[in-house]
Nanobody, 126 residues
Framework: QVQLVESGGGSVQAGGSLRLSCAAF????????MGWFRQAPGKEREGVAL????????YYADSVKGRFTISQDNDKNTMYLQINSLKPADSAMYYC???????????????????WGQGTQVTVSS
């Protein structure tokens, strides 16, 4: 059974950093397309970063390029999202997601991935 467990969220001031983790159970992270999407109250879900083929390919939404870095540790079967230069606009619930369907491996499809975690809250104050 596939399970994703996020951690690492918190409250930080603008300009700060966080590292989100997503531990995967029931499958090997290198064999799935994985990523992070976020949702703020009253806003649509936004895919922010994607990683595929064992970490060889990464993709980012324009809104986070240069500040977010997605990575995988295959030995720990865990995916990470390093978030730097945080802005109040980054405040949201962050979800990790995974899907083995190659046709879904796109930033735009992240919120439609088959497997989600429970989410971890990121709050950025100005």
């Amino acid at each position: 059974q596939v399970q994703l467990v996020e951690s690492g969220g918190g409250s930080v001031q603008a300009g700060g950093s966080l590292r989100l983790s997503c531990a995967a159970f029931g499958y090997t992270v290198s064999s799935y397309c994985m990523g992070w999407f976020r949702q703020a109250p009253g806003k649509e879900r936004e895919g922010v970063a994607l990683i595929y083929i064992g970490g060889g390919r990464t993709y980012y939404a324009d809104s986070v390029k240069g500040r977010f870095t997605i990575s995988q540790d295959n030995d720990k079967n865990t995916m990470y999202l390093q978030i730097n230069s945080l802005k109040p606009a980054d405040s949201a619930m962050y979800y990790c997601a995974a899907d083995q369907r190659v046709s879904y491996c796109s930033i735009g499809y992240l919120s439609k991935f088959r497997y989600w975690g429970q989410g971890t809250q990121v709050t950025v104050s100005s």
